[in-house]
């Protein structure tokens, strides 16, 4: 087999999606690359035999093997059972912190306006007017949009890191609890989709899922829209995923000390 068609052998192509996935010691990836090759290409040959044309015969062996997502999920058990047990909190994780969130911030905030509305209340809870929070002169108060969006960055984080008269546990709320959001975004993201195992995706994504929840709130009247809240977000998410990163630098010294052993016995 001439080398540019193996380079481009969508065997190859195939092995290199399934071990730039795996969580485990180069040595292992190795090894696993290793034993499929001799089964892929033993079955290419045979079907080469058979009258098959290269391509037609790379893809049968490669559906005879497996499915790409179920045979990565397999390797990832064997070279580390601990990443599978990871993955799968995770996925719990993720559910129960996508729950927790479109709740506090959507829809528990929309049932106090709807009971606020029935009860007659003049005030809008989560909003200023210039009457604070006492009066509301109706969605098209404009004069309320004005007091509860920012597009000056650092404006508001500026201002509860150094007025005076700001409540300190206020501030500290808003400020840790924004940096907080979407920490676990970025955390659990990477170990359920590949795509997201790189920070440009994870800051992309982060930024735009916080821009579109202040929005909503704005739109809805039930938060402000504050650009310092969507950077604080952005970091959040970011220092999420380094702690991903290190999960899995943790991980690779396991496997890797494993290697160590396995060589030395």
Sequence with gaps: MGEGLYLTNPIEQYIRDIISSLTCSPMEKQEIADEMRDHLYT????????????QEAAQI???????????KAGFQQVVDPLYGWLRKLAWIGFWLYSFVVVWKLLIERMINRVLHYTHGLGNRPYIFTKYGFNEYNGFFDFSAWEMNVNFIPLKTIVFYTSAQHVNTDIAINNLMGNFILLLPLG??????????????????LAFAASAIIEVVQFMLQIGMADIDDILLNTVGAVIGFYSYKMIIWMLSLRTSSKDRKYSID
């Design 61 to 71: 062996a490669i559906r005879s093997f497996g499915e790409s997502k179920h045979m």
């Design 43 to 54: 079955s290419y040959e045979m079907l080469l035999a058979d009258g098959y044309k290269e």
């Design 187 to 204: 955390l659990l993201l990477p170990f359920l989709f590949k795509r997201f195992q790189k920070l440009t995706s994870i800051t992309t």
